[in-house]
């Protein structure tokens, strides 16, 4: 895996997003990369990472437009030149889909990646308030765990941001991917959140049901399954 980069760690919302979202297209690049230097079949991961640029990046990128103002950056003048970075990340997007070659393509695709990682970069030292939040003292205790495990214990996670921080490690999945979670709570609710927020996104079995534990085996679906 060459272009992978560090797990993220967690802050500002807004930063907290961009550098999961960087993790993700890390690893979907990385796929390809390996695909075009092994000599291996494109289409699997050239279709994977496609699909994850056109479902997350693209929608993304809009959202934050329409939810980041001046008034959250240091300097005002500082908009203009986020949202130069966000056409230019659409154009890396059609430069990977216009690609004819196998390495132009992994060139296309590496020039994406290197351009996402700047442009967290700038927001982090841009938004406001984006590095004042410390990181929480037991935060090496779930961290990685979240990302890397696929055993989560949700109550480790914290309380404010346990939502939002599954449903990030739930869009970080590939197709096939399961994690098991668990909880002292009932987890209905925070499911029928995610599948709202993400219909048919993944498949979701209780293997325990209280009165104590819960706990659920989640697997991301295949990418426009029935």
Known sequence: MGTLRSAPRYGDPLIDDHRVLLWQICAYADDLTDAVDLGHRLTPAYDALLG???YRLLPYLTSE???LPSTRLRDGHM???LLTDHERLRGDVD???SSRTR???AIASGTLVERLERHVQREERWVKNATAHEEPADAAAWALPLLL???IDLDAL???HRDRLLRQRLAWMR???VVHVESTQELHGMWRRHDIASPRSHGWVYELTGPERWRVRITRRELNAD
């Open 158 to 160: 914290p309380a404010d």
């Open 175 to 177: 197709p096939g991917d």
């Open 103 to 105: 390495r132009v393509l």
């Open 79 to 81: 908009l203009p030149l």
């Open 65 to 67: 437009e329409r939810q």
């Open 52 to 54: 994850f640029l056109h």
């Open 95 to 97: 430069n990977i889909e």
């Open 149 to 151: 495990s696929d055993e």
